[in-house]
């Protein structure tokens, strides 16, 4: 019995090392490769396999150099603005309608007050500007909206047909932390906190880029090892339907 549990053993530890890609492997092989030419010394592991610097990966212009602070005054002005709106309605109690009836009654009584008065003392009415929504800003982030939420119809859908276990099993544990949070704040405090996260995680990452993919990468190995060992301790023993044999046939 005890050379059977031994042979067990060993035979899920081979499954073990095989599901993990050999990657215990090339890494003591990479200290003998030590000397090897500067171009394969560049290529770090990088998080989420990421190959353009962080700047492109946002999209590059001025949304990106808002994101990592390259214009610190609009991006603090910015930043304070969204967490003076957060306090209004979290902590005060404010609600939106009546922030923009009152924010719409003080412009109104100003300019009104302003135009009546300048004839009081002799200086020309304030001009009003004329404010309206061009057409092809709207469009261009109707078409950009209208992609991505394909774009997310055609994962889901490619998720739900069966075909990688392991991505399904991501997306159901992103969906239930996101229901934990959801459960403990309301959206707009969730939306605030995903607005402060875009103002400060970038920056941060892009400054300390180096140290965050060492860890990523160590991390990353872990958790194949512990997928593999759920792997073969538990999802290779669910029974497979038909489907793909009658794919085959």
Not at 58 to 65: C, M, W, Y
Not at 94 to 116: M, Q, R
Not at 227 to 244: E, M, Q, W
């Amino acid at each position: 019995m005890a050379e059977h549990e031994e042979s067990k053993v060993e035979s899920v530890m081979e499954k073990i090392s095989e599901k993990i890609h050999g990657h215990d492997s090339s890494s003591s092989s990479s200290d003998s490769e030590d000397d090897k030419s500067s171009s394969l010394k560049s290529k770090v592991y990088r998080i989420f396999g990421r190959e353009k610097p962080v700047h492109k990966v946002l999209g590059g212009g001025k949304p990106a150099d808002l994101f990592l602070w390259r214009d610190k005054k609009i991006s603090a002005g910015i930043l304070g603005g969204a967490t003076a709106i957060w306090l209004l309605f979290e902590m005060i109690g404010y609600h939106l309608l009546s922030l923009v009836c009152h924010g719409l009654i003080l412009a109104l009584a100003i300019l009104f007050l302003w135009s009546n008065a300048s004839t009081f003392i002799n200086k020309s009415p304030p001009r009003i500007p004329e404010v309206y929504i061009p057409e092809e800003p709207v469009l261009q982030f109707a078409s950009a909206l209208r992609v991505e939420i394909n774009r997310a119809f055609a994962f889901l859908r490619d998720i739900a047909s069966g075909r990688d276990l392991k991505k399904f099993l991501s997306v159901i544990a992103v969906l239930w932390v996101l229901s934990i949070v959801g459960s403990c704040c309301n959206f707009l405090t969730l939306f605030y906190i995903a607005f402060v996260s875009l103002h400060s995680v970038p920056v941060l990452y892009e400054k300390y880029e180096d140290q965050v993919d060492s860890f990523a990468e160590k991390a990353m190995v872990e958790i194949k090892k512990h997928y593999a060992v759920f792997d073969v301790k538990v999802l290779s023993k669910i029974p497979r339907g038909p489907l793909k044999d009658k794919k085959k046939a």
